[in-house]
């Protein structure tokens, strides 16, 4: 079945290190994107990606960093920069970027500090 | 600026019971989503609509574009719909702009 799969499925990061979170799908998307999720508020875009090579910052791009080597993966970096990072972080794809069209998502990744 | 508002927040109600849960936004959109979120955390895609009505079993969409409203109704709830329902909007570009969301919880 295709689909999205993030893992780990949580994660820990000790202070002043980088960590990143995998995202892989085999939907066949151009497009994928990373969000935040933190209680009590909406997604945050953080980046977004609409073809191989090329990415954009979304709302809140700082402490974060993507790459796009290939299509079926968008990883993300959560750099010691990033002095807030305990969330739930969420990874969607879809197609055709600049239409209108449904995102899939993955199960996401919980993110602590120890 | 472009926002998207939930209501309720939270929602408990007794097995059988018609729910609605509210969305409205501030300008013109392109299209608007309701997605579901599981316990786990995982998000489902349930619906995406520019117009009217959308029935997918025991959900119904329905938006009012004149009003900036759109509505998620559940027929005959059950303890199973119990999760978060994420009302999202595409401000005529290929991002979503989130509501808060509204936890539902459905009492056997």
């Known amino acids: 079945d295709g689909g999205i799969t993030q893992s780990p499925k949580y994660l820990f990061r000790k202070e002043g290190q980088n960590v990143t979170l995998s995202c892989e799908q085999n939907l066949n998307h151009d497009a994928m994107y990373w969000y935040r999720q933190d209680p009590g508020q909406g997604l945050r875009l953080i980046y977004y990606s609409q073809i191989v090579n090329d990415f954009q910052k979304g709302d809140i791009a700082e402490g974060y960093s993507v790459s796009r080597e290939k299509k079926e993966s968008f990883p993300l970096t959560v750099t010691s920069a990033q002095k807030n990072p305990t969330a739930f972080y969420l990874c969607?794809?879809?197609?055709?970027?600049?239409?209108?069209?449904?995102?899939?998502f993955g199960d996401g990744t919980r993110l602590s500090i120890l | 600026k472009n926002e998207v508002e939930q209501s309720p927040q939270n929602l408990t109600a007794q097995e059988g019971e018609f729910i609605t849960i509210n969305c409205s936004y501030s300008v013109g959109i392109s299209a608007l989503h309701w997605l579901q979120q599981h316990p786990g955390g995982g998000i489902v895609s349930l619906f995406m609509?520019?117009?009217g009505k959308k029935k997918h079993g025991r959900l119904i969409a329905t938006i009012n574009i004149q009003e900036k409203h759109s509505s998620l109704h559940i027929t005959a709830s059950h303890p199973r719909d119990s999760a978060v329902y994420i009302c999202a909007a595409n401000f005529g570009n290929e991002k979503l702009t989130f509501g808060t969301g509204t936890r539902l919880t459905i009492i056997p």
């Open positions: 609509l520019s117009s």
């Open positions: 969607a794809s879809g197609f055709r970027p600049g239409l209108n069209q449904p995102q899939h």
